[in-house]
């Protein structure tokens, strides 16, 4: 499978401050980067999808001013949370796909804890 | 609306037994079903998938069965083994999804020894 990474693994924070998460594909490039979000005992739900070099397609209901994701490149994608609240504490995963047909791979996650 | 129902919640089977986890979907257009492995305060791993012109894949102690008709496909864990207490999702894509999978809600698996 592939190699995925994400960093921090897991991040503590005070309300009100912006935390980013990197997401990097080690071994393949990605043309699309997904970012996840899921709550305890729950499914993943998307957040939104990213294309390197262009600005990212937000699910309904995801705030886009409040969770800027780029993807600046093909093994390199970001996403911050800016002016974090306690209802943003949940666990983040992002997942880097090379393209049509192709299999899908997740990184291990960032556990998002707002104070 | 999920497009992907996944049943039951929660499962409890001995070491050595079958572990079975359903899927029903309604969108003809998905292609693509793969099954994800998640260990608490992990992601999830991609544990196999399937395409829908075949009926069964086999994976060591895992198989996926499929049927296109029905429009469910299940997941078969074999000699199921604690170390696969875990969370198991069902998902599924469309081609032109753009690679875009919905889930299915999740099983807990519990292997008791």
């Known amino acids: 499978g592939a190699v995925v990474s994400q960093h921090p693994s897991w991040v503590i924070c005070k309300s009100g401050t912006s935390v980013k998460i990197e997401c990097r594909s080690l071994?393949?490039?990605?043309?699309?980067m997904f970012w996840y979000r899921q709550f305890p005992k729950q499914s993943l739900m998307l957040m939104a999808t990213?294309?390197?070099?262009?600005?990212?397609?937000?699910e309904q209901g995801v705030e886009k001013d409040k969770f800027l994701i780029n993807h600046a490149s093909l093994t390199l994608s970001t996403l911050t949370v800016t002016s974090a609240h306690p209802e943003d504490s949940s666990f983040y995963i992002c997942?880097?796909?090379?393209?049509?047909?192709?299999?899908?791979?997740f990184g291990p996650g960032t556990r998002l804890t707002v104070l | 609306q999920q497009q992907v129902k996944q049943s039951p919640q929660s499962l409890i089977v001995q070491k050595g037994g079958i572990s079975i986890i359903n899927c029903a979907y309604e969108?003809?257009?998905?292609?693509?079903f793969p099954w994800y492995q998640q260990f608490p305060g992990k992601g999830p791993a991609l544990l196999i998938a399937?395409?829908?012109?075949?009926s069964e894949k086999k994976e060591g102690r895992f198989t996926i069965s499929f049927n296109k008709s029905a429009k469910q496909f299940s997941l078969h864990i074999m000699d199921s083994q604690p170390g696969d207490s875990a969370t198991y999702f069902c998902?599924?894509?469309?081609?032109?999804?753009?690679?875009?999978?919905?889930f299915g809600a999740g099983t807990q698996v519990v292997v008791t020894p």
């Open positions: 071994d393949f490039q990605a043309t699309t």
């Open positions: 990213s294309n390197e070099g262009s600005k990212a397609t937000y």
């Open positions: 997942s880097p796909y090379r393209g049509v047909n192709n299999e899908q791979f």
């Open positions: 399937i395409r829908p012109d075949v």
């Open positions: 969108n003809t257009a998905f292609d693509y």
């Open positions: 998902a599924a894509r469309t081609t032109d999804s753009w690679g875009k999978l919905q």
